[in-house]
Structure formats: C-alpha cells, structure tokens
C-alpha cells in the first residue's frame, strides 16, 4: 500500500513531467512563428502584407464576434 507521501511524490512527478511536455510543445510552435514575424518586421514586407493582413483580421474579429454573440443569445433565449 502507498503512503501518502509516495501519492504526493508519484502525483507532482507525473504533473511535472506533463508540464514540462506542454512547455516543450508550446516553443516547438512559439518559436519559429516569433522568428518569422521578427524576420518579416525586419525585411519590410509585413508592412507590404498589411493590405491583405488588415481585412483579413477584421473577417477574424467579426466572426468570432458573431460566435460569440449566438452562443450568449442562446443561453439566454433558450426555449422552456
């Protein structure tokens, strides 16, 4: 049978190593999309995309809005 101690020590060891998993994953991902914003800052040409970047979040913005707003609508108005 367990202590509670060794449960303590088995459960902070499993979260640690998920944790650090998860950390891992986020900076396979968080890293080069940082590095290759930074490089198009650089270069200039995320100055030349903002034509097609700005209406582009807008549409984004917008439809999360719309989302947003039916799921509140729902809740509130749902039938009895």
Do not use: E
């Not at 509670?4 to 998860?22: H, V």
């Not at 995320?46 to 913005?61: E, G, R």
């Amino acid at each position: 049978m367990l202590t509670q101690t060794d449960r303590i020590r088995g459960a902070l060891s499993r979260g640690l190593r998920k944790g650090l998993s998860n950390c891992i994953w986020l900076l396979k991902i968080l890293l080069p999309v940082s590095l290759a914003t930074a490089l198009l800052d650089y270069s200039g040409w995320i100055h030349q995309l903002d034509v097609v970047l700005k209406p582009a979040m807008a549409a984004a913005i917008l439809a999360v809005y719309c989302v947003d707003l039916s799921f509140w609508v729902r809740r509130t108005f749902k039938a009895s």
